[in-house]
């Protein structure tokens, strides 16, 4: 007899946890969905009181057979590119260059970082990010206590840019696809070759003029010279405030609506979705 597993699908942040649970079957529903706040600490890593509170919330007795799905802010991720080099094609060999990238940026804290890389195009530059293994390795140790399958640890960055590539690929010519949270922006800027820049930014203070200021940022390296820029948004637990003036076109995208859950009244939980396929 076949049985399905549920899906624990979370979004770990600095100030909350945002959690949704997909009951699979022949149509797959969301069942329970929920954001928890993380009390405000002066605490070093910065990860350690989400992934406390997280711990906390995972002791709650589970009865289906349950399978879990992690998207990490991008507060706690670091990215680079890393350029193309023809000597080396293995996996660990880029990831030994993605490191030494990350060090030029960072310094020696790099030696340190869970490094995992995006594949790109062959002979073009790659994605690659850094995360705190500490970080890691309690969400592993979390989910073990608790009993559940941890499928995947994905960037929230990374892991809206899989679901929504088929639209990015659609826009042609000069694509900047960004991703808006409540205290952070992730940026990738593509040209007719492919990903050719990322950015990873604070919002101070208005989240609209941040954005602006890093495509015109792009924009004056360049990227995409005399093409036409178009902007792919998702920031789907902000308004519609327009950013115009930024030289690009804009489409705002969304998650899809699915049984139980509504892509505007429950803009919130969409970080958590937004890595289940």
């Not at 093409?227 to 705002?252: H, K, N, Y």
Request: proline share 5%; glycine share 8%; charged share 25%.
């Amino acid at each position: 007899m076949l049985r399905w597993s549920d899906q624990l699908s979370i979004g770990l942040c600095v100030d909350r946890i945002i959690r949704a649970r997909i009951t699979r079957g022949l149509t797959p529903r969301v069942t329970e969905k929920d954001v928890i706040d993380v009390p405000a600490q002066q605490s070093q890593p910065l990860w350690k009181p989400a992934l406390e509170a997280l711990s906390e919330m995972l002791k709650r007795p589970i009865e289906a057979r349950t399978q879990a799905f992690v998207t990490l802010s991008n507060r706690f991720v670091r990215y680079t590119m890393v350029p193309w080099h023809d000597e080396l094609m293995k996996r660990n060999e880029r990831l030994v260059q993605a490191r030494h990238c990350f060090k030029q940026t960072y310094g020696e804290v790099a030696d340190k970082w869970s490094i995992t890389s995006v594949e790109g195009r062959y002979r073009e530059p790659f994605l690659a990010t850094a995360v705190d293994p500490g970080l890691i390795d309690g969400l592993r140790k979390a989910f073990g206590q608790a009993h559940i399958e941890l499928i995947s640890i994905s960037p929230y960055l990374t892991s809206a840019y899989s679901r929504f590539r088929r639209v990015l690929n659609a826009q042609g010519a000069t694509t900047y696809f960004s991703v808006v949270e409540q205290a952070d922006i992730g940026t990738l800027c593509f040209d007719s070759k492919g990903l050719r820049n990322v950015f990873n930014q604070r919002i101070q203070e208005d989240w609209t003029q941040e954005l602006r200021g890093t495509l015109m940022q792009s924009a004056g390296d360049g990227l995409g010279e005399g093409a036409a820029r178009a902007l792919c948004l998702f920031a789907p637990d902000r308004p519609q405030e327009s950013i115009q003036g930024s030289g690009s076109t804009v489409t705002r995208l969304f998650l899809p609506a699915v049984h139980g859950f509504s892509p505007v009244s429950d803009s919130r939980i969409s970080m958590a979705l937004a890595g289940i396929g």
